[in-house]
Every structure is written in C-alpha cells, then in structure tokens.
C-alpha cells in the first residue's frame, strides 16, 4: 500500500489532529525558506545574524529593510494549495513556525504562531506595545510610541524566548494529539522542533511531508512538494 493511502488510512481514523509547518510549507507561494540558499540580494547575509537581537543592535535599519523586504514579498503571495487544504479540513490544530499568516488567509481558524508573525510590530524593550502593519507599505524604523525604546517586527530572534502562552498551548495540542502532521520543516530549530518528540511521547504517530529527509522518527515520511502532497492527504 502507497505512503499516501496508509496516512489517509491513519488521518481518517486519528481523533486530534495538530499539524506542525516550517517555511517549506510556504516555499510554493513564493516565500523563500531559510536553509535553502537565500534567494537575492540576502544571500550574503546568514540569517541567524540578521534575525537576532545583536544584528539589530548593530544595524537596525539593515533589519528593518530585511524584514520589509519580506513583508512585500508576503503581499504579493497567495496561500498555496498545502495551505488551503489545511485550512478546509476542519477540526485541525496548527502549530507553526512561520511567521506568514497564509493559513489564516486560506480560513484555518487555529494556528499557534511560536516564532511570531511579521505583519505586526512590537516594542523592542517589551513595555507591551504592539501594531499592526501594512505588509504591502511597511514603516520603517521608528520610536515605541508608548516608551521610546524602537519598535521590531513583532517575531522570536534567536536567542528570544518563545511566546510563552504560545508555547503552552502549543505543548498542550502536540500531547493531546493522536496524530501529527509535520510539513515542511528542516525539524533543526529548538525548542520548536522538539514538539514532535512530545507528540510521540504522548502516543501520538507523526506523518512527515516535506522535500527532503528529516531526523526524526515518523510513521510515515514522504519525501515531495507540500503544495502537491498535503492536498491529497487532506481531501475527503
Ligand atoms: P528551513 O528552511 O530550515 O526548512 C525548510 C524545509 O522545508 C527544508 O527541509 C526543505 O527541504 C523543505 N522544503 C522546501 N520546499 C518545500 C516544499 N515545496 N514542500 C515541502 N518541503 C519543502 O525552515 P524551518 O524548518 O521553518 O526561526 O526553520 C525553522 C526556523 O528556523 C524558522 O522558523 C526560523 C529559522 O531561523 C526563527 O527565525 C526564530
């Protein structure tokens, strides 16, 4: 029996699904993920350095302008079939990495954003102001309205602790899980990553999608596009 059919065959008789996506969920809508090669311009630059407290501190605008960057780049883009054929399926948990909001665009009611989400920004020194902003017209680096201290897009740095609400939630959805679905994620950044060891530690069975081979246990794992492979997991 296929890959394909033996995960319908595990999602049609799962209870509580939770999915987890990294960027390779949103590659096909046009939004470069992270260890592939940084298309353009950023390629000179490793990501980690600009997605970091430190590399703000050193060059704030070079941060804004890499973010703004991506912000245009996120309105011009459109959710994918994976996205939306996550989203139809009712009843699933999402539990993302991605700092895009194209599932919610696609209609998915519950995604958990542990890293954040760039179309708002936040106070840097965390006095608790926040807004959101026009991804298509972003501003640039400008004073926290509320403190003075600068305002940052509104995602986890490395070296940032996870939302920690977030984070609960997103331990609670793993654990109560009988199944997760893991798309489109390299499965390298903890402790993101270390939620598909929890969903095992609570009997739940992974199914993994994603391009290429990960290091991580699963059920099943098949190897191809999101855009292409979650469709036909999900449809009824
Ligand atoms: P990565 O770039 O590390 O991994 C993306 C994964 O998706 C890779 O394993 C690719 O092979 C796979 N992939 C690429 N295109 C695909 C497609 N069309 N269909 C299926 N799979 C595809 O991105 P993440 O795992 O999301 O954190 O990275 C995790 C975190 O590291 C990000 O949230 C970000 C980054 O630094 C922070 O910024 C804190």
């Known amino acids: 029996m296929g890959a394909i059919t033996s995960a319908r065959e595990l999602i049609s008789s799962a209870r509580r699904i939770a999915?987890?996506?990294?960027?390779g969920l949103s590659a096909e809508?046009?939004?470069?993920?992270f260890r592939d090669a940084l298309t353009g311009h950023w390629a000179r630059y490793?990501?980690?350095e600009l997605a970091s407290p430190e590399g703000f501190a050193r060059n704030p605008e070079l941060?804004?302008?890499w973010y703004n960057d991506r912000r245009r780049t996120l309105a011009s883009s459109t959710p994918n079939a994976a996205h939306q054929a996550m989203a139809d399926r009712t009843g699933l948990l999402h539990v993302t990495q991605?700092?895009?909001?194209?599932l919610e665009r696609a209609g998915a009611e519950q995604v958990l954003h542990l890293h954040g989400r760039i179309d708002s920004d936040r106070c840097h020194r965390s006095c608790g102001y926040s807004e959101s902003i026009d991804i298509s017209d972003p501003p640039g680096l400008?004073?926290?309205p509320q403190c003075g201290a600068q305002l940052r897009p509104a995602v986890v740095w490395f070296g940032e602790p996870l939302p920690e609400e977030v984070w609960n939630s997103s331990v609670e959805a793993v654990e109560a899980a009988d199944l997760l679905i893991v798309i489109g994620t390299s499965g390298v950044v903890f402790p993101a990553a270390g939620l598909i060891d929890q969903a095992r530690r609570g009997s739940a069975a992974v199914i993994v999608v994603n391009a290429e081979p990960i290091r991580t246990i699963s059920d099943i794992t098949i190897i191809g596009s999101a855009a292409e492979i979650v469709p036909q997991l999900l449809s009824a």
């Open 19 to 23: 999915t987890f996506s990294g960027a």
């Open 29 to 33: 809508s046009g939004i470069p993920t």
């Open 46 to 48: 490793d990501p980690a």
């Open 63 to 65: 941060i804004i302008e």
């Open 98 to 102: 991605n700092v895009d909001h194209l």
């Open 142 to 144: 400008r004073p926290c």
